[in-house]
């Protein structure tokens, strides 16, 4: 019997685990959270029941059926606490148990077809003050919502971009916290033009649009002010987040002078899109295309023969998008193609769907000028605390093209998080000073052999003990 | 004008030789086929050391190497300006350690050697090493500290030699691959073809880490430099407790070996930034930078040996590179026996970073026609085992 | 003012009552709910900030929440570098706060790595 290995168990990962079933193959599903959902599922624990947890969720019927359906198949092994630490070749490396543990057990899997659906977090742009306690990433806010009932803050701002900042301003004034605004820097006519001049294609997608538009159930939705074209600029305070300033941007995110406001609040969600998690399919070798996406074709195959990929790795587009995107990787990773007849609602859909994304890339995406909000002091890279003066003085002083070499001439992105936040934006901010804008060595921040720390003990243990080490499934 | 030069690789050999020829009054293009300090020269420990070489020309300019470092720091930092950031030179000394008796005994015949070629190699007890470096394992034999042994951050250094050079009057070409020989009226090498264009020189000098077997191969002449593949881990940062570099005594056998398996000796540093790093394996496979975790593993093992407290310490990162080595691990500096015009700086294997300004001193003073500060024939391109081993792989 | 757990009896989604664990931090005890994480126990206190950056000195907390950024590490049991995010709380936990010794670039310029 075919095995199907899948990395996340997101909505992508599960539809994929569900269709691989269907398809006949054993499934093994990794997750490096304590129970299956992924961000966009983000939980609860068992240990704390609440009769109405729905309320804080969309699609929580799609989500409960799919994990009981899974749960209770012995064909399908789902492996949570799965941290998936190399990818060499085929073998996939895993340690499992509690997440940054020491003593974890060691896992080598080989499986004949995976299916990538690691999934993606906020873009969060720098911005003066972002690194003070009490600016949390939007994704962040939600989850502490939704996996712990947490509100980050009695007064907060959410600022940013896309339609995902409607929820999360949601979750936040479910769980009593005021809203004072959310802070969209697309400009009104810009979302009206790209949202409506197709109407046609949206009343297609209604539930998405539902989501977008009319997400916010009624009785919250008069406390939620929604202000397109502005943006936070900068953050204040002490020790913690004390105020923000909010200013008006022109379409390419440049602020306008004279627009700043100040408002006090005491926690700022803030997120500009979101980043691929991409380290996983690169190491095993899948090609990335120009949008920084990993390529699939209509079978959601990758360059990789026997690996797939779906879900926000492919392409931003939302859950419809990684539903549709998992059940066909999973289909054809357990021998059927995207064609079969049984996939057609899939196809649609992930047409569909697609076609929404694209919409949401070109009314939400990033503006060329958002740098001007930065100062010589703000921090860029977060873990090294390299501030915006210090890599534009290096790039000058050194004139280096190549990342690599600016990465360790000016430590930004070294850090332990390895250039998960910064990455992107450090490429940009280089790529300034170099002829053509852009870094000419083709180093990516996206690349990470070891995909998250592993203890040098552990890493030391796997050879003192091979027996520990070949607990391989092959097909 | 002395003539011009055109310099291939902007790793730290090629960097290096561009600054003291620039400042030398040479005309010096350097060019570079992806951008400065890329490969090699960005992906290891930034080794200055005299405790792994044993007699010979090789220690002979390592040691010159290293007292040439001892003022290059300042001396760089006025030459580029204060903004640039810090080389991080540190004389930190080197403490080898012996696990057993039997490495105790070879660990001391080798530091005997050395001592007489005069390096400062003092034996320690076991007892006087763990004093120095408090983290070592009990089970330790003996060890030897070296106070020679120094460290800089490769990347760099490599870009300081490089903005040093372009102050000096270099000019700097990335992206720029180096596809043939030009030749003049007289069929004499004249400077070389690239991807933009023709650049012509009195003299080309390759000094392409790895590469630069291929390149001596484009431009005509004949060079057994090749890739020998290295991983290296970096720790979370963390609050000091390693104040030396600090190496197992399999060390001093790797660098020579002509073993093409897995092989791995341990060298553990702290860094500026608080990082630790853990070497290294060696691999004879060609340019494959694919992730070796067996090689990452072996590393581990042999590094919690040593120092068990790092058991618990978080891998973040691996540098996977490729050290420039020669047939017989010794450098190669000097003229291509055959083809006029046509220079060497390469195969500085592991220690280029610490061999860079000697080496470059050495190019000039022969490319000068002076005589230089250490005998120059060990490390001709035309000696007698590269060319012998030429003979035995073609 | 600052983070807040919400509570049970207003909550919306109607929990059911959990068990309640006490974790030391710093050598302070603090409640939470046998379930969440070592961040969720400390930000329901009103704890945003459990680690001072080597550089700058300054104060970091919880940020991204999903694993992604590793601002939120702290010293559990003894352990280093474990995400407050991602480690469920067990009771009796001890958390000390990340106090790496300050890397100052001025040493470093002057003794070179440090």
């Not at chain 2, 700097?172 to 020189?201: E, M």
């Not at chain 2, 056998?253 to 394996?281: M, Y």
């Not at chain 2, 061999?355 to 022969?366: G, K, Y």
Request: aromatic share 6%; hydrophobic share 45%.
């Amino acid at each position: 019997m075919k095995t199907v290995l899948i990395i996340g168990a997101g909505p992508a990962g599960l539809a994929a685990a569900a269709a691989a079933r269907e398809g006949g193959a054993r499934v093994v599903l990794l997750d490096s959270a304590e129970d299956v959902g992924g961000q966009y599922w983000r939980h609860l624990p068992a240990t704390r029941p609440a009769r109405n947890e729905s309320l804080l969720h969309h699609g929580w019927s799609t989500f409960r059926s799919l994990r009981e359906r899974l749960e209770g198949d012995e064909l399908c092994e789902i492996v949570t606490w799965a941290h998936v630490w190399a990818i060499e070749d085929r073998n996939i490396h895993v340690l499992v148990g509690e997440p940054d543990g020491t003593n974890r057990d060691a896992r080598v899997y080989n499986a004949a077809a995976v299916v990538m659906a690691t999934g993606a977090y906020d873009r969060t742009l720098p911005i003066p003050g972002w690194e003070l306690p009490g600016v949390f990433t939007a994704g962040g806010a939600q989850a502490l919502a939704k996996g712990e009932r947490i509100a980050v803050g009695h007064r907060v701002v959410v600022g940013g971009a896309g339609p995902f900042l409607l929820p999360v301003a949601e979750s936040l004034v479910v769980a009593g916290s005021t809203v004072v605004g959310v802070y969209e820097a697309s400009h009104a006519r810009r979302l009206l033009g790209t949202w409506t001049t197709r109407p046609w294609e949206l009343a297609r997608t209604a539930s998405k649009v539902t989501e977008m538009l009319g997400y916010v159930s009624n009785h919250v939705r008069h406390r939620i002010p929604y202000v397109t074209g502005r943006a936070v600029t900068a953050i204040q305070g002490a020790d913690r987040v004390e105020s923000v300033t909010v200013s008006a941007i022109d379409r390419s995110w440049a602020p306008i002078a004279g627009t700043q406001k100040t408002i006090d609040v005491d926690a700022v969600c803030l997120g500009h899109g979101f980043t691929p998690r991409l380290e996983l399919p690169i190491a095993a070798g899948c090609r990335v295309n120009a949008r920084r996406f990993i390529e699939v074709d209509e079978d959601q195959r990758t360059s990789v023969a026997g690996v797939f990929a779906a879900g926000e790795i492919t392409g931003i587009g939302g859950v419809d998008l990684a539903l549709a995107e998992g059940a066909i990787a999973g289909h054809v990773a357990a021998g059927g193609a995207a064609s079969d007849m049984q996939m057609r609602q899939h196809r649609v859909r992930r047409r569909r769907f697609r076609q929404f994304a694209a919409r949401i890339e070109s009314a939400h995406g990033i503006g060329e000028n958002w740098s001007k909000w930065l100062t010589d002091e703000t921090i860029i890279c977060r873990c090294e605390e390299v501030s915006f003066g210090r890599l534009n003085s290096v790039a000058e002083a050194s004139q280096a093209t190549g990342l690599r070499s600016l990465k360790l001439l000016t430590r930004a992105g070294l850090g332990i998080c390895q250039g998960r936040v910064c990455g992107r934006s450090v490429e940009e901010l280089l790529g300034a000073h170099v002829p053509g804008g852009r870094l000419i060595d083709g180093v990516s921040s996206d690349r990470r052999p070891i995909a998250t720390p592993i203890r040098l003990g552990e890493l030391a243990q796997e050879l003192d003990n091979p027996a520990h080490l070949e607990r391989t499934n092959t097909k | 004008m002395k003539g011009s030069v055109i310099i291939v690789g902007a790793g730290i050999i090629g960097a290096a030789c561009a600054r003291t020829l620039s400042r030398r009054g040479l005309d010096v293009t350097i060019v570079d086929a992806g951008a400065s300090a890329g490969a090699t020269s960005s992906s290891g420990e930034g080794n200055l050391l005299v405790s792994d070489k044993g007699p010979g020309a090789e220690l002979e300019l390592a040691q010159h190497s290293l007292r040439l470092w001892r003022t290059l720091a300042p001396t760089l930092e006025s030459e580029i300006g204060r903004d640039f950031p810090s080389v991080e030179f540190e004389r930190k000394g080197g403490i080898v350690a012996a696990l057993d008796a039997q490495q105790s005994q070879a660990l001391d015949l080798f530091a005997d050697a050395q001592r007489r070629a005069g390096v400062d190699a003092q034996r320690l007890s076991a007892d006087e090493a763990r004093y120095l470096e408090p983290e070592l394992s009990p089970a330790i034999s003996s060890g030897v500290y070296y106070p020679e042994d120094a460290q800089v951050q490769p990347t760099i250094a490599a870009e300081a030699f490089l903005a040093s050079a372009r102050a000096a009057g270099t000019r700097v070409l990335v992206n720029t691959v180096v596809t043939g020989p030009l030749i003049d009226a007289d069929g004499k090498l004249a400077g070389v073809v690239t991807s933009s264009g023709n650049l012509a020189a009195d003299d080309v000098v390759v000094a392409a880490g790895p590469w630069a077997g291929e390149v001596a191969q484009v431009l005509g002449g004949t060079l057994s430099v090749g890739p020998r593949k290295g991983f290296l881990l970096v720790t979370s940062r963390m609050p000091r407790r390693i104040f030396h570099k600090v190496y197992d005594a399999d060390y001093v056998g790797a660098v020579g070996s002509d073993n093409h398996d897995l092989q791995t000796s341990t060298v553990i540093e702290s860094t500026a930034s608080g990082t630790v790093l853990i070497g290294s394996s060696r691999q004879n496979v060609g340019f494959d930078s694919g992730l070796d975790v067996a090689a990452l593993r072996k590393i581990a093992a042999k590094a919690v040996r040593l120092m068990p407290f790092l058991l618990e310490t978080s891998v973040i990162r691996a540098y996977c590179g490729f050290r420039p080595f020669a047939r017989d691990h010794v450098p190669v500096i000097g003229p291509d026996p055959a083809v006029p015009g046509l220079w060497y700086a390469a195969g500085h294997e592991g220690a280029g970073i610490g061999l860079a300004p000697a080496t470059a001193e050495m190019l000039a003073s022969l490319m000068l026609g002076e005589s230089p500060a250490v005998a120059a024939a060990p490390f001709a391109p035309g000696r007698a085992p590269l060319a012998d081993s030429l003979a035995r792989t073609t | 003012m600052g983070t807040y757990r919400v509570a049970a009896q207003i909550d919306s989604i109607a929990p059911e009552p959990a068990t309640v664990i006490t974790i030391s931090v710093d050598g302070v005890a603090v409640d939470g709910l046998l379930g969440q994480t070592l961040a969720g126990v400390m930000l329901g206190s009103d704890i945003m900030a459990w680690r001072n950056t080597s550089f700058g000195d300054q104060p970091r907390g919880l940020f991204c929440g999903i694993g992604i950024c590793f601002e939120c590490l702290v010293v559990v049991n003894g352990q280093r570098d474990v995400r407050a995010c991602q480690r469920r709380a067990a009771s009796g936990d001890q958390i000390e706060f990340h106090r790496d010794l300050p890397v100052h670039v001025e040493d470093a310029e002057s003794e070179g790595p440090s």
